[in-house]
């Protein structure tokens, strides 16, 4: 079995607008299975894949984002292979006997024994750092692609034509490898993940989507999604050669995207809301630096991003704490009312969920924040910064970005035993790992989430669109045509 996963890849992009770009994407979809794949809660490519992987929910895993607290500290620490403590799916298939060979997977730095190979994704810190397991893949790869591209640099920039050189580059190296490992190293499994797909949307959305705000349809990159998504499906497309039609070939992606329409300042809401006392006013927009929080005036703050993580002062949890945790609840409730309720700068409610991670998930490890707060549904972000002079900003705090992520992902699944299902609805992020093992004759392990996507109609909970839905059939006009 071959996993190709395309980091950020949405349905309307691979199943619609750039489909006559992928045309051996397009073959599987006819041949299989094939729908859209609901993300993680967060919808965040550390939590997202490590989902994926394992069949366990970010509160499971204690992973809330790229970075999560630890005891005693306010800041964040970004996340590492150290902190995933549920087994993934390529230890139970080494368990079993199969060899295995993740590469490029999301929190896989750093490189930990497998049955087989590892290489670490874009997370890997560089230098002397290893990135292999074993080590001497290392020099096996690097003598015949070159220097190890684990991402792309500084991809929330100005210098678009470099950041597409860079990326193509990247792209390429990564299925270089993938056909390196697969033809002789010989893999009874192969999971990669392809980052580049995350980076062209955050650079380039704006300029490939029409219905962006900032859209100008004289812009000189407007074409470059059609061509980064052939470069893509050829490079799928290579792959699948090398398999064989007895290899089946899953394409997933962790989460979708979407349109950035701006962000709301949570930390100057909190200020003026008085929960939040900073020691002096910024004089401009600038991070939230802890250190001028006026700790003994502070009742919460919150870490910006795709999703507000607001986390309450808490006294004998926060090192500063001033809440009573007896208060905790009626708090919690009273921010979650409050926010439920926030008005953009024109006084129009901004649609807004606050969850408590303990309500929504099976279990909140880890250092959960208290509330989990998504804006208008992912169009807009979460600015955690201090001192913008409006409730809802139009650009990311963190470089310039036009897409955010969103809820839905995609899923192909053909070649070997799968079934050919055409399009299937209600599959979820968590489905992947039972789907895998099935497909490898492995006894679902107890605990794990999700369904078998391979299984008979019916047998695994998952509607079959009728024989000829409206939306296949249109989709197999334009293949025609
Ligand atoms: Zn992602």
């Not at 800041?75 to 995933?84: F, P």
């Not at 060979?101 to 750093?110: H, I, K, M, R, S």
């Amino acid at each position: 079995m071959i996993v190709i996963g395309i980091d950020c890849a949405p349905p309307q992009l691979v199943f619609e607008r750039y489909r006559d770009a992928m045309p051996n994407v397009s073959a599987l979809m006819e041949r299989g299975s094939w729908g859209a794949l609901r993300s993680s809660e967060p919808p965040i490519t550390v939590p997202a894949w490590t989902c994926m992987v394992t069949g366990r929910d970010a509160g499971e895993l204690g992973l809330y984002g790229f970075r999560n607290r630890v005891e005693g500290e306010t800041a964040l620490r970004l996340a590492d292979g150290r902190d995933v403590h549920s087994k993934r799916v390529w230890d139970w298939l080494g368990d079993h006997g199969f060899r295995v060979a993740p590469l490029f997977v999301p929190l896989t730095f750093p490189p930990s024994p497998v049955r087989g190979h590892m290489i670490s994704g874009f997370l890997w810190p560089g230098a002397d750092a290893p990135w292999c397991f074993p080590r001497s893949l290392e020099t096996e790869i690097v003598d015949r692609v070159g220097a190890y591209r684990a991402d792309v640099q500084r991809f929330r920039a100005e210098d678009l034509d470099r950041i597409y050189s860079d990326i193509v580059a990247m792209t390429e190296q990564h299925f270089q490898i993938a056909e390196l490992v697969w033809k002789e190293k010989n893999p009874d499994f192969l999971m990669m993940v392809e980052i580049g797909v995350d980076r062209f949307h955050h650079a380039f959305w704006r300029h490939i989507d029409p219905e962006h705000p900032r859209h100008d349809p004289k812009n000189p990159w407007k074409g470059l999604g059609h061509e980064y998504y052939a470069r893509l499906d050829s490079h799928i497309g290579r792959l699948c050669e090398l398999a064989g039609d007895e290899t089946t070939v899953l394409v997933v992606s962790d989460h979708g995207a979407r349109a950035m329409r701006g962000g709301v300042c949570i930390n100057d809401w909190l200020i003026e809301r008085r929960y939040l006392t900073l020691r002096e006013p910024p004089a401009a927009a600038t991070p939230l630096d802890h250190g001028l929080i006026d700790w003994t005036r502070t009742r919460a703050w919150a870490e910006g991003g795709y999703y507000a993580r607001v986390f309450v002062n808490v006294a004998g949890r926060e090192p500063f704490g001033v809440v009573a945790p007896n208060a905790l609840g009626a708090m919690r409730a009273e921010l979650r009312r409050a926010l439920e309720d926030i008005r953009d700068d024109e006084g129009k409610p901004i649609p807004t969920v606050a969850r408590i991670p303990e309500e929504h998930y099976r279990s909140a490890r880890g250092f959960p924040p208290d509330l989990m707060v998504y804006f208008d549904d992912l169009a807009l972000r979460a600015i955690g910064s201090v001192g913008n002079r409006r409730r809802v900003v139009l650009e990311n705090d963190t470089g310039p970005d036009s897409c955010n992520h969103d809820w839905e992902g995609i899923f192909v699944m053909s070649g070997g035993n799968a079934p050919r299902r055409g399009r299937i609805e209600g599959a979820e992020i968590y489905d992947v790992t039972p789907t895998i093992l099935a497909a490898f004759g492995i006894p679902r392990p107890p605990g794990i989430q999700g369904k078998d996507l391979g299984a008979s109609v019916g047998g695994g909970g998952v509607g079959m669109t009728g024989p000829n839905p409206a939306s296949t059939c249109r989709l197999q006009q334009r293949t025609r045509s």
